[in-house]
């Protein structure tokens, strides 16, 4: 058997190799944020805030809140208390004040 012919039968194997290596670890979602809805529900709920809808984004870190509260006051508590339940993410605050009807 020829050398070169060895050689050449290794660095294809090798490639192969490596590619499959690489389209594993590029299946895998190394940078995802844990999934913390649910908390940001519960802690918005025990505060009185069931008003609030939760949205979140695992791959960008983004928890967007939204919907209705009464009282000027109380957005940047919501905003608070979403920030608290998930630690490493951002909080995109989307809530309304409307005191009127509510």
Same mark, same amino acid.
């Given at each position: 058997?020829?050398?070169?012919?060895?050689?050449?039968?290794?660095?294809?194997?090798?490639? %192969?190799?490596?590619?499959?290596?690489? /389209?594993? #670890?590029?299946?895998?979602?190394?940078? $995802?944020?844990?999934?913390? *809805?649910? !908390?940001?529900?519960?802690?918005?709920?025990?505060?009185?805030?069931?008003?609030?809808?939760?949205?979140?984004?695992?791959?960008?870190? %983004?928890?967007?809140?939204?919907?209705? /509260?009464? #009282?000027?006051?109380?957005?940047?508590? $919501?905003?608070?208390?979403? *920030?608290? !339940?998930?630690?490493?993410?951002?909080?995109?605050?989307?809530?309304?004040?409307?005191?009127?009807?509510?």
């Amino acid at each position: 058997m020829n050398h070169g012919n060895l050689q050449c039968r290794f660095l294809s194997g090798l490639t %192969v190799l490596l590619a499959g290596a690489l /389209v594993i #670890a590029g299946c895998q979602n190394w940078g $995802a944020h844990p999934d913390v *809805q649910a !908390a940001v529900y519960k802690a918005l709920d025990s505060n009185d805030f069931g008003s609030v809808v939760v949205s979140q984004n695992r791959e960008t870190g %983004v928890i967007t809140l939204t919907g209705i /509260v009464g #009282a000027s006051n109380r957005k940047p508590q $919501a905003e608070a208390i979403a *920030q608290q !339940a998930a630690p490493g993410y951002t909080i995109d605050d989307k809530i309304r004040v409307e005191s009127a009807g509510l």
